[in-house]
């Protein structure tokens, strides 16, 4: 016996979460029995919500619970012929918020690693060639992380995109090796932009 | 704009649980949503049930969906005439894991805080003495965190008790000044109860 059921069952499930050990996932159970109920119960709510009804953009894989993302739903995006590929949604933000980008996303929510079972499908990349295949993209840059495995991401991607009638570059300047793009800030981000090589 | 309203709303939503900043919630919403959503309704519902189901038992205060928690309920806890005091449900935990103690509890579920707005009531003082002017309860142990606040929670209930016939006492020895009870082993726990000195 440890505590009553449905406490035990709370602290358990919240180690669902990244970064929750026992200690941590006892003290968030607490202070949410003690005092924050309701936000306890809009978080069920948003939970149950979110795993539920957020699905992939067709546009560009990022998590919506519409069928197009609000950038890819946006026809206000001035370079909409230029596709910018990163590994996650955050990795999005970040872009944005740099604001000097105005072309279209792919979000492949990862990258390649055979060893965990991620290989081309895993990351839609067959979606991605089908844009790449019509006439609207010109312009294909590839933003995932300046790792061993977003660089060798890339790589594919690149392989893959020289079939096809695009420009193909790869931010280069500014992000540093080995650190995560979704962490660097906004001016180097956009030196890593302008600074892009092409492949 | 950031994200889609369903998948903002859940990073909102996570910022209840504490030690978690934009960033961890957002880290947290992406996992969920890439590759633990049975997990993520499985916490929902916890969630759900327990912020609605979990009171506080009638015997100790501790967190729990029925009238009386485990403990409490249990006939088999060799001097139910003793009482120990504690600051949370977790150091009913720490307490109960070195299998030393057989008494029962009482969980004040904080300590007394008063900038904070913490007094005798919110402690539940009132049903503390109440079981205290019963013939049942012949000692209270104060085992409140060796912290300034902890100590003044002890001897504010040491003051309430000698109003009663009971042997009051305060653990002692082992735990380490300004530690957490919650975080000390079950030898130094063991120790300190041996080490109890009469108040
Ligand atoms: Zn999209
Ligand atoms: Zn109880």
């Not at 872009?95 to 499908?121: K, Q």
């Not at 010109?138 to 995109?161: K, R, S, Y």
């Amino acid at each position: 016996m440890k505590f009553s059921p449905l406490v035990d069952e709370l602290i358990q499930s919240l180690r669902v979460l990244p970064g929750v050990g026992p200690k941590s996932a006892q003290r968030m159970a607490f202070q949410l029995l003690e005092r924050e109920r309701k936000a306890g119960l809009k978080l069920a709510d948003s939970l149950q919500k979110a795993m539920s009804d957020v699905g992939h953009c067709q546009g560009c894989r990022t998590f919506t619970e519409e069928t197009l993302c609000p950038i890819c739903a946006s026809n206000k995006r001035g370079n909409a012929e230029v596709i910018c590929v990163v590994e996650t949604p955050a990795d999005v933000l970040a872009i944005e918020a740099g604001g000097h980008f105005t072309g279209r996303y792919f979000v492949l929510l990862g990258h390649l690693s055979p060893l965990d079972g991620v290989g081309p499908e895993q990351l839609g990349l067959a979606l991605l060639e089908q844009q790449l295949s019509s006439n609207d993209v010109t312009e294909l840059i590839l933003a995932t992380n300046p790792t061993v495995e977003g660089d060798a991401t890339a790589h594919f991607i690149a392989d893959m995109a020289r079939r096809h009638n695009v420009v193909i570059s790869r931010i280069a300047h500014g992000v540093p090796v080995g650190g995560e793009l979704e962490y660097v800030d906004s001016t180097t981000l956009a030196l890593s932009f302008n600074g892009r090589i092409k492949l």
